[in-house]
């Protein structure tokens, strides 16, 4: 059973880099999307972009400026950094698998609060 | 950024059926991509519900169900238990600019 756990910081202070990282385990990340979602009160669920297995990446056009994707497949991991980050970034962020344009299995999210 | 507009809340009492509804545009649910439906419960992550606008997952019981037409779409869900209290989101594509996957505000269903 395919199962994600997002790990990193939970407080990042302002102008800096926001970096996570997705564990996948139960099964291949090969011919894959893997996605990242941030849910904030303001703003409810925003997709941020995705990396494929081969390492094509897209990113939602609100955010593209700021954001990198990148994965690592030896380590069944794929990583998502935003930077210069503001109080609009404070989120949970989900790690999900797409397949086609849903999502579906999601990770239990980590809260990323953009505080000095 | 385009939106998909959903009503805030909705509730109804067990045994009773509601509707949550989804209204987009000719950018993304008009513009013949699938709806999804999510539902997430109180400290959880979403859990797909509804995928190519009416197809259910393994293990979502029959109760729920989706449907699409023109620019809008529905989630329904038959026969209200008090599990169902959740927040539901709908999901589909848009290409305002470059394709991205865009979601509803939520509704919150409140089983009375």
């Known amino acids: 059973q395919l199962q994600l756990q997002e790990s990193g910081p939970g407080l990042v202070k302002p102008s800096e880099t926001l970096s996570l990282t997705c564990t996948v385990s139960g099964d291949s990340m090969n011919n894959k999307f893997w996605s990242w979602i941030r849910q904030s009160p303001g703003k409810g669920l925003e997709w941020i972009g995705y990396v494929y297995s081969s390492g094509d990446i897209k990113y939602n056009p609100s955010l593209k400026s700021r954001v990198t994707m990148s994965i690592d497949m030896s380590k069944s991991q794929f990583s998502l950094r935003v930077i210069s980050v503001t109080a609009a970034d404070t989120a949970v962020y989900f790690c999900?698998?797409?397949?086609?344009?849903?999502?579906?299995?999601w990770g239990q999210g980590t809260l990323v609060t953009v505080s000095s | 950024q385009s939106v998909l507009t959903q009503p805030p809340s909705v509730s109804g009492a067990p045994g009773q059926s509601i509707t949550i509804s989804c209204t987009g545009s000719n950018s993304n649910i008009g513009a013949e991509y699938d709806v999804q439906w999510y539902q997430q419960l109180p400290g959880s992550a979403p859990k797909l519900l509804i995928y190519g606008n009416s197809h259910r997952p393994s293990g979502v019981p029959d109760r729920f169900s989706g449907s699409k037409s023109g620019t809008s779409a529905s989630l329904a869900i038959n026969g209200l238990q008090a599990e169902d209290e959740a927040d539901y989101y709908c999901?589909?594509?848009?290409?305002?600019?470059?394709?991205?996957?865009?979601f509803g505000g939520g509704t919150k269903l409140t089983v009375l």
């Open positions: 999900a698998r797409q397949k086609g344009i849903w999502f579906d299995p």
């Open positions: 999901q589909s594509y848009d290409d305002t600019l470059s394709e991205f996957a865009l």
